[in-house]
C-alpha cells in the first residue's frame, strides 16, 4: 500500500511518497512557480526511484488549498485525473492544516498564514491533543482552534487571541509565506500580548535549536500531505475524482464585483 | 448502440485512436478520433451563459469551471465512443495560444493521463487545430491549401503546405476579428457574445448606411488591423448622440460588418491571387458568421476557388479538431513530453 501526496498550492513544488508504516520519499522542486513543468515529470521520477508501479498507487493525496489559485489548479486537476485513470480514490488534504505536521512533537499553537494579497491571509491554527492516542484519527488528535479562512490580518489576530486564551495556551509557531509580510507586525502583536513567538524561518535546521521545536519546512510541503493525507485514508476520508474540489477560500474577484453591484442595485 | 453522431460505435477494432482535450477559452471539450480523421466522440461544454452575465470570458471564472467539468466530460467522451481510456492510442491536448489558466487545466489533465496509462503525448497549436478542423468535414482535403482562420483570439491568413507545416502569410497587428465584433457589440448595446448577435441584427440592416473606413494597410500587406474600425463605431454612436439622434442598431451592425468582411474576402482573394492557389478553408469562431460565409462564397465562385467550410459545431473551440492535429503531429514523430507546458502566446 502506497499513497502519492502532491503539493502544488505554494512557491515550492514537492511531491512524496507513503507507506502504510509512514515511511516517507519527498522530492521539492526549486523555489519558483514553473509547477505544470514539473509536476508530472516528478511524479514520474519519484515512483521510479522508489520502484513503485503508479498503477499499484493506493490513493492519491493532494494539497488542495488555500493557496495560489493556479497552483491549486495545476495539483486538483493533475490528481484528479490520476485517480480517475488509475480507478483509484483522491484524498482532499486540507492546505493549511498540513502544517501540524511540519512540527508532530510541538505542543504549542501551529499558525501557518499565506499571503492572500487585499491585505488578507489565508490563516487557521493548530495544536496537537496530547489526550488523543496514536492510533486516534487526525480531527481528534489535532485541534483547529482558528477556523481556517480568509482574514484580514487584524481579525485573524483576534481570533488567534481568543484561541489562544480558551486553550490556555501561551505559545505559537508562524508558518507560511505569510510571514514575510506580515511577520513583523505578528510579533509586535505577541509581544504586546505576552506570547511566545517562533518564526518558523529561524529554527528550520537549526542544530541549537530543541527538536520539538524544528520544524521540516517553513513553506507548504508534500511530505506533511503525505502524513495528513494517510491519516485522512486511514479514516476513511475518500473522495471520488469528481468529488474532488479545490478550497480556494475566495470568490473569484468578478463574481465578488457583480455579487457586490447586484446588491448596490 | 448509436452515437451522438448516428453512425454504429466502431469499437477499437485495429483502429488507431487519438483521445483529445480543448480547454483554451471557454469551451471544455474532449474528443475521441479514429485514425485521426474519423470522429467518434466530440464532446464540447460551453460556459458561455456563465460568461455573459460578465459581458466576455472572465480567466479566473473559465479556469474554475474547466476544472469542474473536464474529467465528466473525458468521461463523456470515452462511453460515447465506445472505448474506455486503456484503448487510446494518443492523447492530443491543446498546449497554447490562449488563456494560461484556461489552457492548464487541459494540459495537466492530458499529462497525468499520459502519465497514468503510459500513452504518448502531443501539445497542439491551437491554430493548427482550427486548420484541421477542414480534414475532418472534407475526408479527400490534403495540402496544400490556403487557410483563413477568423476567431475571438486570431485572424490569420496560412498557407498550408502540409499537415504540420505552414506559412502565416498575414495577421492582425492588434485586435482579432472576433474581438472587434465583441467590443463593436458592447458599444451598441447588444452585448456578448458579439459575433452571433451582430451576424443576426445585421440582417435586417443596410450594410452601407454608414462608411466606415476599411482599413487595407500597406499595397501589399495582407496583415489586418481592426482596432481603428472599433474606434470608428464609437465615434459615431457618440456624435450621433451628442447630436441627440437615435442610432439604428441594425444599421450600424450591417455597416460595421461590411465594413470588416469587405477587407477580409478582399485579402483573402489577394492571397489566393499571390499563391495562384484554388482551394481556401476557413477555420474558427467566427466562420460560422452567416454573412462571411455569403461573400466569401460568391468571391471564391466567380474566381474559381473552391471553398471548404466546416460545420459550425467544428468552427468553434473543440476537441476533435485537436485530436486531428495531434494525429498527423505523431504521424510525422512530434511527439511532447512529461514536461509540456501551457503558453499564452506561442506563434504557429
Known amino acids: ?265 | 448502440m448509436a452515437s451522438h453522431y448516428g453512425k454504429v460505435i466502431k469499437m477499437k477494432d485495429g483502429k488507431f485512436l487519438t483521445m483529445a482535450i480543448e480547454s483554451s477559452c471557454d469551451e471544455t471539450s474532449v474528443a475521441v478520433l479514429a485514425d485521426g480523421r474519423t470522429i467518434l466522440s466530440n464532446v464540447i461544454s460551453s460556459q458561455i451563459e456563465i460568461h455573459t452575465q460578465f459581458g466576455g470570458v472572465v480567466p479566473e471564472i473559465a479556469s474554475r469551471h474547466h476544472l469542474n467539468n473536464i474529467n465528466a466530460v473525458t468521461e463523456q467522451a470515452l462511453s460515447d465512443a465506445g472505448v474506455t481510456m486503456d484503448d487510446i492510442d494518443l492523447i492530443g491536448v491543446t498546449a497554447g495560444p490562449g488563456l494560461i489558466g484556461a489552457l492548464l487545466i487541459g494540459v495537466a489533465t492530458a499529462k497525468a493521463y499520459a502519465l497514468a496509462k503510459k500513452k504518448p503525448l502531443v501539445g497542439v497549436h491551437h491554430i493548427q487545430g482550427h486548420i484541421s478542423a477542414n480534414y475532418l468535414q472534407y475526408p479527400e482535403l490534403e495540402p496544400p491549401f490556403l487557410a483563413l482562420v477568423l476567431s475571438g483570439g486570431h485572424t490569420n491568413i496560412i498557407y498550408v503546405t502540409d499537415y504540420n507545416k505552414c506559412e502565416v502569410l498575414g495577421q492582425t497587428r492588434d485586435d482579432a476579428i472576433g474581438e472587434a465584433y465583441d467590443k463593436v457589440a458592447r458599444v451598441i448595446g447588444l452585448g456578448y457574445p458579439g459575433g452571433p448577435k451582430i451576424d443576426k441584427i445585421a440582417k435586417e440592416g443596410n450594410p452601407h448606411a454608414i462608411e466606415f473606413k476599411r482599413v487595407m494597410l500597406e499595397k501589399d500587406s495582407l496583415d489586418f488591423s481592426f482596432s481603428g474600425i472599433k474606434t470608428g463605431v464609437l465615434n459615431y454612436v457618440n456624435t450621433e448622440r451628442q447630436a441627440g439622434r437615435e442610432i439604428n442598431v441594425a444599421d450600424v451592425a450591417a455597416s460595421f460588418q461590411q465594413a470588416v468582411l469587405d477587407v477580409v474576402v478582399t485579402k483573402a482573394m489577394k492571397a489566393a491571387a499571390d499563391r495562384d492557389e484554388h482551394r481556401l478553408v476557413l477555420a474558427g469562431g467566427v466562420a460560422s458568421n452567416s454573412a462571411l460565409r455569403a461573400q466569401l462564397a460568391a468571391a471564391c465562385a466567380k474566381r474559381g476557388i473552391a471553398l471548404y467550410v466546416p460545420d459550425p459545431v467544428l468552427c468553434t473551440d473543440n476537441a476533435a479538431m485537436i485530436g486531428c492535429a495531434a494525429y498527423y503531429m505523431y504521424k510525422a514523430g512530434e511527439v511532447s513530453d512529461l514536461t509540456l507546458d501551457a503558453v499564452a502566446s506561442v506563434p504557429l
Open chain 1, 1 to 265: 500500500m502506497y499513497l502519492l501526496a502532491i503539493e502544488t498550492t505554494g512557491p515550492q513544488l514537492s511531491v512524496a511518497v507513503i507507506n502504510s508504516k509512514c515511511e516517507i520519499v519527498e522530492f521539492t522542486g526549486e523555489p519558483g512557480y514553473n509547477h505544470l513543468t514539473n509536476l508530472a515529470p516528478m511524479i514520474d521520477e519519484i515512483t521510479r526511484a522508489n520502484d513503485l508501479d503508479l498503477s499499484a498507487v493506493s490513493a492519491i493525496a493532494v494539497s488542495a488549498g488555500p493557496g495560489s489559485f493556479t497552483g491549486i489548479r495545476i495539483g486538483v486537476s493533475t490528481a484528479r485525473a490520476l485517480a480517475q485513470s488509475l480507478n483509484v480514490k483522491a484524498i482532499q488534504v486540507p492546505t493549511l492544516m498540513t502544517f501540524a505536521y511540519h512540527v508532530p512533537d510541538y505542543r504549542g499553537v501551529i499558525c501557518p498564514i499565506f499571503d492572500a494579497r487585499r491585505s488578507q491571509v489565508y490563516g487557521g491554527a493548530f495544536f496537537w491533543n496530547d489526550e488523543a492516542g496514536e492510533d486516534a484519527p487526525a480531527s481528534e488528535r489535532i485541534f483547529e482552534i482558528v477556523r481556517s479562512n480568509a482574514y484580514a490580518l487584524e481579525d485573524y489576530l483576534k481570533m488567534l487571541n481568543q484561541a489562544l486564551k480558551m486553550s490556555g495556551k501561551n505559545e505559537f509557531m508562524l508558518f507560511g509565506d505569510g510571514v514575510a509580510p506580515y511577520g513583523p507586525k505578528v510579533a509586535e502583536w505577541a509581544n504586546e500580548n505576552g506570547y511566545n513567538f517562533y518564526d518558523a524561518r529561524l529554527l528550520l535546521g537549526n542544530p541549537e535549536v530543541n527538536a520539538a521545536l524544528r520544524p521540516s519546512s517553513n513553506l507548504q510541503a508534500a511530505s506533511s500531505v503525505a502524513r495528513l493525507g494517510l491519516d485522512m485514508y486511514k479514516e476513511g476520508c475518500l473522495l471520488e475524482y469528481g468529488q474532488l474540489e479545490p478550497i480556494y477560500m475566495r470568490q473569484a474577484e468578478a463574481e465578488r464585483k457583480l455579487k457586490e453591484k447586484k446588491e448596490a442595485q
